[in-house]
């Protein structure tokens, strides 16, 4: 049995990557390219996961996917912290997404206008719409920030092994 | 074996899902349901992953998916390259692609996102769809290996099986 360094720091390293740049104004457009920052955040974390390794010990990449769903989740639960301060700022994503909608989407149907306006309503009252927005980026970070820190285990092994018969 | 076959049906599905859910606020606008507010719910879900601008994204009886062009190139590319890694896997001399092939990938999107960026020229959403499509597929063939190493185990490098002394 290999000892393996603790995955939690990684997961915390890559979850303050995700939080930063996805919340932080104009940074957070990055997120427009299919997730970017929380991809690289998974990846980040990955990263941090592979240089504490001993030097014998090789990642694998159930490594790399628990330490990129951990840093998805911290960046989820960061992320809303922040964007709880940047929306008492005036700078919160949701303005974004309801400014983006109700500017660019010129012939919107009546009764979807309705629903936006409802939901902005919602955004701004109801701290049902707070917990809402953090289980949505639980679901979006779990997924695109494993896939990073897949992508990490894939990139950043110390060697890349060759097929096995067996799994031929 | 059996047990990856199991996990690549479970990553086809739910690559599958997720596209179908970019495209489930349009549908439901459409079938007129009463209420918008399950669309808008599912474009505010989406909008943590695009930019969602309905000049960049494909139609769907009138109303735009719930992500951009590019991003339903990159669903579309990892269900396309899921469906056919199977195939491909049989072709390749290592468990994992080298790094080069996803850079080379990701290349397209870059230079055209860029170049539209600059105004030297106007990609329209069949070349985003396109530019998307190529690193989808490419970031599933560095996924798939690493769930299929997660399920049955990492694979051994030739030559340095175990090998158990007979005396013992």
């Given at each position: 049995m290999q000892n393996k360094p603790s995955k939690l720091i990684p997961g915390l390293a890559g979850g303050a990557f995700i939080a930063f740049f996805s919340e932080f104004p104009v940074l957070n457009f990055g997120n427009c390219l299919c997730c970017l920052w929380v991809v690289l955040g998974g990846f980040v974390g990955s990263w941090f996961f592979r240089r504490n390794l001993p030097e014998k010990t090789d990642m694998t990449s159930s490594d790399g996917a628990?330490?990129?769903?951990?840093?998805?989740?911290?960046g989820a639960l960061f992320g809303a912290l922040l964007q709880y301060f940047f929306s008492l700022i005036g700078f919160g994503f949701s303005n974004t997404f309801f400014n983006v909608m109700s500017d660019y989407w010129k012939d919107m149907p009546r009764e979807f206008s309705d629903s936006l306006e409802q939901l902005r309503l919602y955004s701004e009252y109801s701290p049902f719409f707070?917990?809402?927005?953090?289980?949505?980026?639980?679901?979006?970070?779990?997924?695109?920030?494993?896939?990073?820190g897949l992508l990490g285990a894939a990139l950043l092994k110390k060697s890349k092994m060759p097929k096995s018969r067996k799994s031929r | 074996m059996v047990k990856q076959r199991i996990a690549h049906c479970f990553i086809l599905l739910s690559s599958f899902l997720f596209s179908c859910a970019a495209v489930f606020p349009p549908a439901w606008i459409h079938l007129g349901n009463g209420?918008?507010?399950?669309?808008?719910?599912?474009?505010?879900?989406?909008?943590?992953?695009?930019?969602?601008?309905?000049?960049?994204s494909f139609h769907l009886w009138g109303e735009p998916l719930a992500v951009c062009a590019r991003c339903s190139g990159v669903y579309a590319g990892f269900?396309?390259?899921?469906?056919?890694?199977?195939?491909?896997?049989?072709?390749?001399?290592?468990?994992?692609?080298?790094?080069?092939?996803?850079?080379?990938?990701?290349?397209?999107?870059?230079?055209?996102?860029?170049?539209?960026r600059l105004g030297v020229h106007d990609s329209g959403n069949a070349l985003r769809l396109i530019t998307g499509?190529?690193?989808?597929?490419?970031?599933s063939f560095f996924i798939l290996p690493g769930v299929y190493e997660i399920v049955s185990g990492p694979s051994k490098p030739k030559g340095l099986t175990c090998r158990t002394n007979p005396a013992s």
């Open positions: 628990v330490t990129g769903l951990l840093s998805g989740v911290y707070v917990l809402v927005s953090l289980v949505f980026g639980l679901i979006r970070n779990a997924i695109f920030a494993t896939a990073g | 209420s918008d507010f399950p669309a808008t719910v599912g474009y505010f879900f989406f909008s943590g992953v695009c930019h969602q601008l309905p000049e960049r269900l396309a390259g899921a469906l056919l890694f199977p195939v491909i896997r049989r072709r390749l001399k290592r468990e994992f692609p080298p790094a080069w092939v996803l850079g080379a990938a990701i290349l397209p999107a870059a230079a055209d996102f860029g170049l539209a499509l190529i690193p989808g597929m490419a970031v």
